[in-house]
């Protein structure tokens, strides 16, 4: 079964520092990743996907994320962290057997002035 | 395009109640996902239509669940006899096939509904 994991449920950051968010998962097949965005009382909103294209996806708001095979890593970065990025981020793989995204747990993201 | 809604966005009910929700998708999309995800957890998968057709359950859904999608476009999903693990935010999505396998589609959320059972 393929899962993901995220390292560190919390992860604070200054205004305008470097946003790093871990993501390692864990497949027996080529997988598709996917990392979405969660504001409070909200649905999820896809950032960015790597479907076996480019290693490196850019998505919205400013974020990118490298597709590492060897180190089985999609860490989601942006380089300068806005206020308006604190939200919960999900890290997912797509099982190819099945229909259906597997999510990691989850970190949310803490933005200070 | 209009997003995909779900309604309530709430519910209240006791234990041992029946409730329903309802997702409308995106339209057109063809495929339709219902996920549950319980405080501090990601979303964790319960089911999957294309069109009218129920292609997957997963094992959490358990008897008292059910869900439809009679004419491939809106879906409910029942929860028979509610328990207080059920309280959970249940969350539909969306995708349209657009190349490749549906594996690597984009799947398009609903804000979710948000069930607390007392």
């Known amino acids: 079964a393929q899962s993901v994991t995220q390292l560190g449920s919390h992860v604070s950051v200054s205004e305008g520092a470097l946003v790093l968010l871990r993501c390692n998962y864990s497949?027996?097949?080529?997988?598709?990743l996917f990392w979405y965005v969660q504001y409070p009382n909200q649905g999820l909103q896809l950032l960015l996907k790597?479907?076996?294209?480019?290693?490196l996806v850019k998505g919205i708001n400013g974020f990118e994320a490298e597709f590492k095979k060897s180190e089985t890593s999609f860490h989601l970065t942006k380089p300068s962290a806005h206020m308006s990025d604190a939200a919960e981020y999900f890290c997912?793989?797509?099982?190819?057997?099945?229909?259906?995204?597997?999510f990691g747990t989850g970190t949310r993201l803490l933005v200070s002035p | 395009d209009t997003g995909v809604s779900q309604n309530p966005r709430h519910k209240i009910t006791k234990r041992g109640q029946n409730v329903t929700f309802r997702c409308d998708p995106i339209?057109?999309?063809?495929?339709l996902y219902w996920y549950r995800q319980t405080l501090g957890q990601g979303p964790e998968f319960l089911t999957y239509?294309?069109?009218?057709?129920?292609?997957?359950k997963s094992r959490l859904l358990s008897d008292r669940f059910s869900a439809e999608r009679p004419k491939g476009s809106f879906s409910t999903l029942e929860i028979q006899r509610t328990e207080q693990g059920d309280s959970a935010m249940y969350l539909c999505?969306?995708?349209?096939?657009?190349?490749?396998?549906?594996?690597?589609?984009?799947?398009?959320f609903g804000p979710g509904t948000r069930l607390t059972v007392l």
């Open positions: 999505a969306s995708s349209l096939p657009t190349w490749g396998t549906a594996s690597t589609d984009t799947q398009y």
């Open positions: 497949s027996s097949v080529p997988p598709y």
């Open positions: 790597y479907t076996s294209a480019a290693t």
């Open positions: 997912a793989v797509s099982d190819q057997s099945f229909q259906k995204l597997v």
């Open positions: 339209s057109e999309h063809n495929r």
């Open positions: 239509f294309q069109n009218e057709a129920q292609l997957e």
